[in-house]
């Protein structure tokens, strides 16, 4: 493997890691009720052919331009009043332009997440909503972390995230969160690797990460048409950056910051049904590619079971 094609290692991951959002996710203020399901497919797809070593923005002519795609299916139970479970798995094909590596393919990593509605209030004109969520995400599936288009960090990641919601007056609203990620160890397929050091092991210590976002949107009055512009953010700790001729490691300091907009369209042709659009561009980063990010998705919600004639805390 070649100094060129392993440098793409952890961006092909992370330039799909923010951006791709779907109908119900653990960072929004969207409750189902007890007994309601919505389940969700989002196709992403994402581009570059500039990246950043360290702070320095490069180009890597030898791979030409490299494209992700992202197959994404889950869903968002309601399983008591204030908690919802979810659960989604995503499908990941990343192809270069160029080179003599073939594509790589594979089911990534299994997330569960329960998210709850912590306090609820009228502020104001509108209403002020905190929520938590917990989650817990492992490879589905043996791709190396380390090869040349890697498919996923290759490491349990523990999510604990905070959110805060304001509805305001006229459809207006925002919401800010922000999350945690405490890491386990990846397991490379050999035995001795360096990073700042010589290590004679197959396992990487994998540094923490901090990821937050920003949301001001509008809903219409009727609850059919959303839109939002966003900002979103990621750095990790304690990692370091890609040495000069050199690969990208797993453990290596990744920063991103992006801006998108995301749209969406609820009961279209028949009640519970719903279409998502989404966008993000890489505003600036570490040791990342410079990517532009666009998933389209659909939805559908209905009850199971209960007694779902009164919505409460429903805020798409």
């Not at 959002?21 to 919505?38: H, L, N, Y």
């Not at 604990?160 to 969160?177: N, P, S, T």
């Amino acid at each position: 493997m070649n100094y060129s094609k392993m440098k793409l290692n952890l961006m092909v991951v992370l330039c799909m890691a923010i951006g791709v959002v779907s109908a119900q996710t653990p960072s929004d203020a969207v409750m189902m009720k007890p007994g309601e399901i919505c389940f969700d497919f989002t196709y992403g797809h994402g581009s570059w052919n500039e990246y950043w070593e360290g702070d320095s923005l490069r180009e890597n002519g030898n791979i030409g331009t490299m494209t992700m795609q992202s197959y994404t299916g889950g869903f968002m139970l309601g399983i008591l009043d204030r908690v919802n479970f979810l659960a989604m798995v995503p499908y990941m094909k990343n192809s270069p332009s160029g080179g003599v590596i073939a594509d790589v393919q594979g089911f990534q990593d299994i997330s569960f997440f329960l998210k709850g509605l912590l306090y609820e209030t009228t502020l104001g004109k509108g209403t002020f909503k905190t929520l938590a969520s917990i989650g817990y995400s492992t490879p589905m599936s043996d791709y190396v972390p380390d090869a040349a288009y890697p498919i996923g960090l290759g490491c349990p990641d523990g999510i604990f995230r905070g959110i805060l919601h304001y509805d305001a007056d006229m459809g207006l609203y925002g919401r800010v969160d922000g999350a945690y990620h405490l890491r386990g160890s990846a397991f490379l397929q050999r035995t001795y690797y360096y990073s700042t050091q010589g290590y004679y092991s197959d396992e990487v210590d994998m540094p923490n990460a901090f990821d937050y976002n920003a949301v001001v949107g509008y809903i219409t009055p009727n609850k059919k048409f959303q839109a939002e512009a966003a900002f979103m953010a990621v750095t990790t700790f304690d990692g370091f950056d890609i040495r000069r001729q050199d690969g990208m490691f797993p453990s290596n300091d990744i920063e991103a910051t992006r801006v998108g907009i995301n749209l969406d369209y609820y009961d279209l042709l028949t009640k519970g049904l719903a279409l998502h659009v989404n966008t993000a561009y890489t505003l600036a980063g570490s040791n990342i590619g410079k990517a532009t990010v666009f998933s389209v998705g659909a939805s559908y919600q209905f009850p199971i079971w209960g007694n779902n004639t009164e919505a409460k805390s429903q805020n798409p």
